[in-house]
């Protein structure tokens, strides 16, 4: 079932990939970077302050399409969208459950989710022409994508991720900046959300995972109906 295909675009894979974390690391001041990530320290403030600028980038481009399919196409794929930064307990909550040291450079370099763009489409096709639209972008780079709706996860989470380095133009140069961008449909939001509340912070019984799972069947169940109600409309 787990068998999601991570693909990595090569050429991103070494030098390049370095040189956009060292970038990060030097506009945020950080010299050392294996220093100990502090919340409250300045320097963490610093790096967020990047990754929010990086969504407010990304954010507008995605506000301009909306209003583009909104005003001058007949269909407009996107439902709504929303983001998030991630915040610094549940950063170290997850450096801590992926057995990270707490340093400046694994968090940069390791937690790839702490800024998040979240596209809740209508229809599953529209998740697709969504990614392609993402592909099309001439200024950013597509790092890796998780096709969670072609291969669900063990839970039953289906969504479709893709984690993208958006340009952020700072004074003296402009630093690439990683941003993770989940596009699903409203239906699997549903699911996503009720599931995380359930499981948020503790342990559920066998019998309610396997309950979700079927859940989860069933959504992608009804996303399909809905497609063919909406082909043969
Ligand atoms: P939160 O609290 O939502 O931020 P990676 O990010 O690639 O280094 P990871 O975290 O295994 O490693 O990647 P994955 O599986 O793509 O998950 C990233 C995010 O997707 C999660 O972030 C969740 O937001 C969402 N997600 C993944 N699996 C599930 C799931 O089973 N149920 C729900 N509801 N959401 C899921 P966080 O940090 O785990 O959580």
Not at 30 to 59: C, G, T, W
Not at 209 to 228: F, P, R
Request: one cysteine or more; glycine letters at 0%; proline letters at 2%.
């Amino acid at each position: 079932m787990n068998n999601i295909k991570k693909e990595r675009i090569d050429y991103m894979k070494n030098e390049k990939e370095n040189e956009r974390e060292a970038d990060l690391i030097q506009a945020a001041s950080l010299m050392k970077i294996e220093q100990k990530v502090d919340k409250k320290a300045n320097e963490f403030e610093k790096i967020m302050l990047i990754y929010k600028s990086a969504i407010k980038v990304l954010r507008t481009k995605f506000d301009i399409l909306n209003e583009e399919f909104e005003n001058f196409c007949e269909y407009n794929p996107i439902d709504h969208i929303s983001e998030r930064i991630k915040s610094p307990d549940s950063i170290i909550e997850k450096m801590n459950r992926k057995e990270l040291d707490l340093t400046y450079k694994n968090l940069i370099e390791q937690v790839n989710d702490i800024a998040g763009i979240r596209i809740v489409c209508s229809f599953k096709d529209d998740v697709f022409k969504m990614v392609n639209i993402i592909e099309n972008f001439q200024d950013i780079e597509i790092i890796e994508r998780k096709d969670y709706i072609t291969n669900p996860k063990a839970s039953g989470y289906q969504s479709y991720h893709m984690l993208i380095n958006v340009p952020v133009t700072l004074k003296d140069k402009t630093i690439y900046v990683k941003v993770e961008v989940q596009i699903r449909t409203v239906a699997m939001d549903f699911w996503a959300t009720l599931e995380h509340k359930l499981k948020y912070k503790k342990e559920i019984s066998k019998k309610s995972s396997k309950e979700l799972v079927n859940t989860a069947k069933a959504i992608s169940k009804l996303d399909d109906k809905m497609m063919q109600i909406k082909c043969n409309a």
